[in-house]
């Protein structure tokens, strides 16, 4: 992949060249920052504002230098209400600051109005909540994403658009349709939109579980084709393996950024202990 410069606005890099560039520098890893009131527990933190803050920061600082992007679940902030979001909008700044890629998991979806302003929270240079990129729900129609899509190329940002998911009830909706499946539809669309990115990879990615198992077979999906990166959820706690993700992806492996919360949080709070846990999946994925 070439470090070409495309986005809509000249001068400013693709958050797929910038991902790329991490993933090539630092490997194919994405530490998921899920405070879950058990993992604060365990670090000794209290489930309030300011054990999600020490949490978050402290995830950050084992973290910043070796993962090429950081997931924080906008969920677990959402449930402390505004002081919440705030501790996220700090936990996204200390990213940006520590020069880590951020991926805020949002899964957000709507209608055209109001995706709009989505696309403002999370895309737009200036907002309080602007990430490197945001996960994305196409069960509106994914050309309900256009704002979102279009914004994130004008600022240099990306989106990672559900496709197949890790959980196992995703199958009865994604899967529907047999050869013309909803998976497909969405592979497909994403393949389109990445085509404004010639030469670089392309600033929409999917997001495709590492629990999948056959379906990429199964559906016939050529991940590959898409040309963006694949956002893989499941490792560790969700049972996938890295030798899952090589073989379920194959010769799409190239695009992928396996995602790992739980089983890398699980061992802190020390810093040294957590960096240990991130290298250690994060050689696994090399090696597979
Ligand atoms: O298909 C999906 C999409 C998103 N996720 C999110 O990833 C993490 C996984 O956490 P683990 O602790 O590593 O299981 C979590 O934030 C999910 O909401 C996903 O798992 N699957």
């Known amino acids: 992949m070439s470090d070409a410069v495309t986005t809509d606005r000249p001068g400013r890099e693709s958050f797929g060249s910038r991902l790329g560039r991490a993933m090539a520098d630092r490997g194919p890893l994405c530490v998921g920052i899920d405070p879950h009131p058990a993992l604060l527990h365990g670090w000794g933190l209290n489930d309030d504002v300011a054990g999600l803050e020490r949490f978050s920061l402290t995830v950050l600082e084992a973290v910043a230098s070796l993962a090429a992007a950081?997931?924080?679940?906008?969920?677990?902030?959402?449930?402390?209400?505004?002081?919440?979001?705030?501790?996220?909008e700090r936990t996204l700044a200390a990213a940006a600051e520590a020069g880590v890629l951020s991926i805020a998991d949002a899964k957000r979806g709507?209608?055209?109005?109001?995706?709009?302003?989505?696309a403002d929270a999370w895309l737009r240079d200036g907002s309080a909540l602007a990430a490197d990129s945001v996960t994305l729900s196409p069960y509106l129609g994914f050309e309900s994403l256009r704002p979102a899509l279009?914004?994130?190329?004008?600022?240099?940002?990306?989106?990672?658009?559900?496709?197949?998911?890790?959980?196992?009830?995703?199958?009865?909706?994604?899967h529907v349709g047999g050869?013309?499946?909803?998976?497909?539809?969405?592979?497909?669309?994403?393949?389109?939109?990445?085509?404004?990115?010639?030469?670089?990879?392309?600033?929409?990615g999917l997001?495709?579980?590492?629990?999948?198992?056959?379906a990429l077979t199964d559906l016939d999906l050529d991940l590959a084709a898409v040309r963006g990166p694949i956002l893989a959820p499941g490792l560790g706690a969700q049972g996938a393996t890295a030798a899952d993700l090589?073989?379920?992806f194959g010769s799409a492996y190239d695009q992928v950024l396996?995602?790992?919360?739980?089983?890398?949080?699980?061992?802190?709070?020390?810093i040294q202990a957590l960096r240990d846990a991130a290298q250690r999946t994060?050689?696994?994925?090399?090696?597979?």
């Open 258 to 270: 396996g995602t790992s919360s739980r089983d890398i949080l699980g061992a802190g709070p020390g």
């Open 70 to 88: 950081v997931k924080p679940q906008v969920a677990l902030y959402e449930r402390h209400g505004s002081a919440g979001m705030a501790v996220l």
């Open 282 to 288: 994060l050689e696994e994925l090399r090696a597979a």
């Open 150 to 174: 279009d914004l994130a190329a004008e600022t240099g940002r990306g989106v990672f658009v559900l496709a197949l998911t890790s959980n196992p009830e995703g199958a009865s909706v994604q």
């Open 207 to 214: 997001v495709v579980g590492a629990t999948v198992g056959s």
């Open 110 to 118: 709507d209608i055209g109005s109001t995706m709009a302003a989505y």
């Open 246 to 248: 090589r073989r379920t």
């Open 179 to 204: 050869a013309d499946s909803v998976a497909r539809r969405i592979v497909q669309a994403a393949a389109a939109e990445n085509r404004r990115y010639a030469g670089e990879l392309g600033s929409t």
